[in-house]
């Protein structure tokens, strides 16, 4: 796929999990569900130990309907790697014009991390497909309204401190998709192998993006 269909399945989907493995035995599991919540986009951060060959081994049996993503690269070098490896798209929680570059040689998206409104417009006149912020934690929604004020044209991705219950408002707020991590990715239900219960619980949060989606 190239960048541009990926990019509209990321936001069509509206969510990407984000997560960290210490192995991938609970992989399958974890996107049979996502999958039947209507979550369709998995991020696999680069800390997590053997990343690339996790990414390599479960996008290959995915197919084209449920993206696989690198996150937490901070450079060309790296994001090469991932995409060789499967990934079918890049996340970073920095801004690094190399990245988007090397993606977009490779014809895949870009989703460097930004903070400040002049950090976020670098990004996106870089190249960025959609921008990354992060942490969003510490200013909530309406930051995502204050940037898009002046600055309508970028694609959000908030990031960092997104739970069910803000789900909603970070999309009526602006936000093209939101990145979820633990929030989505229930420890308790994966350690327990509840993929049933995981499943309700994304598919909870895709219908919070619908409300906010309908709400604006």
Same mark, same amino acid.
């Given at each position: 796929m190239d960048r541009q269909t990926i990019t509209a399945k990321l936001i069509e989907s509206g969510l990407v999990a984000v997560?960290?493995?210490?192995?991938?035995?609970?992989?399958?599991?974890?996107?049979?569900?996502?999958?039947?919540?209507?979550?369709?986009?998995?991020?696999?951060?680069?800390?997590?130990?053997?990343?690339?060959e996790i990414i390599k081994n479960f996008a290959a049996q995915t197919g084209?309907? *449920?993206?696989?993503?690198?996150?937490?690269? &901070?450079?060309?070098? %790296? !994001?090469?790697?991932?995409?060789?490896?499967?990934?079918?798209?890049?996340?970073?929680p920095i801004f690094n014009p190399e990245v988007i570059r090397l993606c977009h040689r490779y014809d895949k998206p870009a989703i460097p991390g930004a903070f400040?409104?002049?950090?976020?417009?670098?990004?996106?006149?870089?190249?960025?497909?959609?921008?990354k912020v992060f942490p969003a934690t510490a200013l909530g929604p309406g930051y995502m309204k204050d940037i898009l004020g002046p600055l309508p044209q970028v694609k959000l991705l908030p990031t960092g401190g997104v739970t069910l219950e803000n789900?909603?408002? *970070?999309?009526?707020?602006?936000?093209?998709? &939101?990145?979820?991590? %633990? !929030?989505l990715l229930n420890k308790k239900m994966i350690a327990a192998d509840d993929w049933q219960a995981l499943a309700k619980h994304a598919e909870a949060f895709r219908s919070a993006v619908l409300a906010g989606r309908s709400n604006k």
């Open positions: 997560i960290r493995l210490d192995g991938d035995e609970k992989l399958p599991g974890i996107i049979s569900a996502l999958r039947q919540g209507g979550v369709n986009a998995l991020e696999i951060t680069m800390t997590t130990p053997g990343a690339l084209e309907d *449920f993206l696989i993503g690198a996150g937490s690269v &901070l450079d060309a070098e %790296t !994001a090469r790697l991932a995409i060789l490896n499967g990934a079918q798209f890049i996340v970073g400040t409104p002049t950090e976020i417009l670098a990004a996106w006149e870089q190249g960025a497909d959609i921008v789900a909603a408002e *970070f999309i009526r707020s602006g936000a093209c998709c &939101l990145g979820v991590g %633990t !929030a």
